[in-house]
């Protein structure tokens, strides 16, 4: 008995210029996708803690979002993996990294954010709607992005809000869901509600028990949630 067909995802390698350098990246879809929903750039979390776009989240939800119909690019930050760029300096930056959770021009990456959201978005048609998706550290690159383009929904996969200052979120008008741990460290309860009460556009906060900071083991539940989320508000 012949089995039954399967809507494989294709993972395509490219590359992408920002600036001077030359940034590697993974752009999935499904195979033959009856209707391409739209385009998703996913940001990973801070290179010198490991950040790239092999992180279990990344490219689990990546993955999962292309198999629902959503073309999506991950990609590594300059210097990171085969980017093009400064490389990252660990033993240079780790100690002032550990004490202030900071290295210097780390917030410049949102350049490469808006860099793969240039590529992505006319390969899957500029009519379709752009969903701009951060993890960690990538979170706090979107306001940034947000400046120069329009996304139809951000997706905030636990901003670590004591690291980072989260207050331009204030100014993106697009609908957001932020998706965090009840355990995340990076988390208190009382600034992030503070916070995302905070937020003008159209929101959705969910919390559950989801292995700390890292979603290890979680990957489909956070696909699930996210593809319900686009789905209400797709342009």
């Not at 947000?146 to 636990?158: D, G, K, Q, Y």
């Not at 204030?170 to 957001?176: A, D, G």
Request: glycine share 6%.
């Amino acid at each position: 008995m012949p089995l039954p067909d399967v809507n494989r995802t294709v993972i395509e390698s490219v590359q992408f210029s920002a600036g001077p350098h030359l940034l590697e990246g993974e752009l999935a879809y499904a195979e033959e996708p009856s209707d391409l929903l739209g385009a998703v750039v996913l940001a990973c979390s801070h290179p010198m803690l490991g950040g790239n776009m092999h992180n279990n989240v990344i490219r689990g939800v990546g993955d999962g979002l292309a198999d629902r119909g959503w073309a999506t690019l991950r990609f590594n930050y300059r210097g990171v993996g085969r980017s093009e760029g400064p490389r990252v300096d660990v033993p240079r930056h780790m100690a002032e990294f550990w004490r202030t959770s900071h290295v210097p021009s780390e917030m410049d990456l949102w350049q490469d954010v808006q860099a793969a959201v240039s590529f992505l978005h006319p390969v899957v048609g500029t009519n379709r709607p752009l969903v701009l998706l951060g993890y960690s550290f990538g979170c706090a690159l979107l306001p940034s992005a947000c400046r120069s383009v329009l996304p139809a929904a951000v997706v905030l996969i636990a901003p670590p809000l004591s690291k980072h200052d989260y207050m331009d979120f204030t100014t993106v008008q697009s609908p957001l869901l932020a998706i965090v741990s009840d355990n995340d460290f990076t988390l208190e309860p009382e600034p992030l509600r503070d916070w995302f009460d905070r937020l003008p556009a159209s929101k959705q906060l969910v919390q559950a028990s989801l292995d700390n900071h890292f979603f290890r083991g979680h990957e489909q539940w956070l696909v699930e949630k996210i593809a319900a989320f686009l789905l209400e508000h797709r342009a």
